[in-house]
């Protein structure tokens, strides 16, 4: 139960994670740099932009970080497009979750084994996908993640596709 409690967690934790294509060099395109607000308010307008979105959370013990970058492309048939990368994801369990575990009954060779999972499958995730949303709408959960709130209801009305990662 524990195990798939925290293989849930660590899957929506990777979701939220999601962000967009830096394009280096490209033309007109705002460079928010760190600033979800600049970002935001590009969204509500749906105007080319790009930002960096360093992410820290943590969930049933379980921290999760990574860097992800997002950038709004413009809009195409009424819909604001928008590219997301996510990448560099770090997974760490805390104390206080390790002792929940062993509270549960789990064995440190068991807790090991979940951490060595959890991990592995961390290292191995990476978004990258252009997505099409109303612009409202993707202004609206870009203020959210600004302050923090994420929910597996963000993607919701979104039509996102895999892109292969450039070389």
Known sequence: M???????VALLCLLFIATACNMPGASGVKDCGEDMQCFTEAAEKCDPAKVVFPMELEMMGIKITSTSYQEIVGEEDGL?????????????????AIDQMLGMGMTQEMIDEQIQMTEEAASQEQLNQICRVDNERLAAIMGQWTAGEFST???TGMDCEDVVAEE
């Open 80 to 96: 604001c497009v928008f590219k997301i990368l996510s990448e560099g994801v770090e997974v760490e369990f805390t104390e206080e």
């Open 2 to 8: 524990i195990q798939r409690t925290l293989s849930i």
């Open 153 to 155: 209801d963000d993607w």
